[in-house]
């Protein structure tokens, strides 16, 4: 069965650098998205992105955040100059169609020290 | 404002036990989803439904739209259902998904 994948499943950084999390859809959805959890607390929305372009984003997702499709089989969450509370578990997901089931990604679990 | 409450919010049970999971939303939707989260962080969709009812297994999942109000039920509970059910919720108008704080089920044997 087609599954979602995410890269790294870990990350440890210092505060302050910039990180790129990978993640890999299904390969014939169109929309993905990006979710982070902190620990504890429940999923948030960060960004949705359809036909390459963000269709929605949260107030989470500022300036410090972009998204990007390199190229067709895989899209990025680049988090620039990290912060403290940017430690949580991010989670891609994906789907052919907004009405119906999301897919997830198992998740990139992010450290900021 | 869009809100999605769940309870409750930790549930211990016994083997066999019929489990029920509550959740509740503030305005009209597009769908709504239940979720299964392990241990281990990983997220797995269990439903999506708009309407009516759902079954699979063991599961089983219903929504009434003009309540605002889903269930999310297993029957014959069994320690492996142990995880965290996330309701989470496609206001109209919106792709996103917001995501009720989760209920902690825990079957022992």
């Known amino acids: 069965e087609p599954e979602v994948t995410q890269t790294p499943s870990h990350q440890v950084t210092q505060m302050g650098q910039e990180v790129i999390l990978r993640c890999v859809p299904i390969?014939?959805?169109?929309?993905f998205y990006w979710y982070r959890q902190i620990l504890g607390q429940k999923v948030e929305f960060l960004v949705s992105?359809?036909?390459?372009?963000?269709?929605?984003k949260s107030e989470i997702f500022d300036d410090q955040f972009s998204v990007e499709r390199p190229d067709g089989s895989n899209f990025t969450l680049k988090i620039r100059s990290t912060k403290l509370e940017d430690s949580a578990m991010y989670f891609c997901?994906?789907?052919?169609?907004?009405?119906?089931?999301?897919?997830f990604g198992p998740g990139t679990r992010l450290l900021v020290l | 404002k869009n809100e999605v409450e769940q309870s409750p919010q930790n549930l211990t049970a016994q083997e066999g036990e019929f489990i029920t999971i509550n959740c509740s939303y503030s305005v009209g939707i597009s769908a709504l989803h239940w979720l299964q989260q392990h241990p281990g962080g990983g997220i797995v969709s269990l439903f999506m439904l708009s309407s009516g009812k759902k079954k699979h297994g063991r599961l089983i999942a219903t929504i009434n739209i003009q309540e605002k109000h889903s269930s999310l039920h297993i029957t014959a509970s069994h320690p492996r259902d142990s995880a965290v059910y996330i309701c989470a919720v496609r206001f109209r108008g919106a792709q996103k998904l917001v995501f009720g704080q989760g209920t902690r089920l825990t079957i022992n044997p």
């Open positions: 997901a994906s789907t052919p169609d907004t009405q119906e089931t999301q897919y």
């Open positions: 390969s014939n959805h169109l929309y």
């Open positions: 992105l359809y036909n390459n372009e963000i269709s929605e």
